[in-house]
Antibody, heavy 117, light 106 residues
Framework: QVQLVQSGAEVRRPGASVKVSCQASGYSFISYYVHWVRQAPGQGLEWMGIINPDGGSTTYAQRFQDRVTVTTDTSTSTVYMELSSLTYEDTAIYYC??????????WGQGTLVTVSS | SYELTQPSSVSVSPGQTARITCSGDVLAKRYARWFQQRPGQAPVLVIYKDIERPSGIPERFSGSSSGTIVTLTISGAQVEDEADYYCYSATDNNGVFGGGTKLTVL
């Protein structure tokens, strides 16, 4: 069965960076894009970007263009999302999700990133 | 960029029909999807391609589309359907979510 397993919770200082991983299994990893979506406490879902594991091409939401980098390691079927220059407003749960025809269909369990001094 | 607009809350009694709308210009050209999110859980896809229901999603969930407005309908809402619901669409690999609707069933 399709599974996406994300790395554990992280705490970072303002100005630092964080890298979250998402390991996929149960499907052909290079055949489906992977999305990243975040959710601040008590807030809605926010789409951040997407990567094609077959080649590594990416598209990012405009508001994250300068700060987010999504990469893949096809040898381990893992996608990474790195967010830099963190502020308190980046405190959120970060989700990865497998794509099917422009639809995030299977989701990881989420990774809580807390920005705190 | 583009926006999707949802009501912040909808309330129904058990067994009634709940309707949640989502509006946005992009919906006239692109499909909508709907996600259910219960507290503390990851979102779950309940409708894709405006009207299609993934396997395992109860038949009481249905979707419809008219121009720039899409609607998620829950016929005979159950207490367990109480959750946040988000519409979503994408164009040229850029995705956007609606602001979310809190459905209360009581």
């Amino acid at each position: 069965q399709v599974q996406l397993v994300q790395s554990g919770a992280e705490v970072r200082r303002p100005g630092a960076s964080v890298k979250v991983s998402c390991q996929a299994s149960g499907y052909s990893f290079i055949s489906y894009y992977v999305h990243w979506v975040r959710q601040a406490p008590g807030q809605g879902l926010e789409w951040m970007g997407i990567i094609n594991p077959d080649g590594g091409s990416t598209t990012y939401a405009q508001r994250f263009q300068d700060r987010v980098t999504v990469t893949t390691d096809t040898s381990t079927s893992t996608v990474y999302m790195e967010l830099s220059s963190l502020t308190y407003e980046d405190t959120a749960i970060y989700y990865c999700a497998k794509d099917y025809r422009e639809t995030p269909d299977y989701w990881g369990q989420g990774t809580l990133v807390t920005v705190s001094s | 960029s583009y926006e999707l607009t949802q009501p912040s809350s909808v309330s129904v009694s058990p067994g009634q029909t709940a309707r949640i709308t989502c509006s946005g210009d992009v919906l006239a050209k692109r499909y909508a999807r709907w996600f259910q999110q219960r507290p503390g859980q990851a979102p779950v896809l309940v409708i894709y391609k405006d009207i299609e229901r993934p396997s395992g999603i109860p038949e009481r969930f249905s979707g419809s589309s008219s121009g720039t407005i899409v609607t998620l309908t829950i016929s005979g809402a159950q207490v367990e359907d109480e959750a946040d619901y988000y519409c979503y669409s994408a164009t040229d690999n850029n995705g956007v979510f609606g602001g979310g609707t809190k459905l209360t069933v009581l």
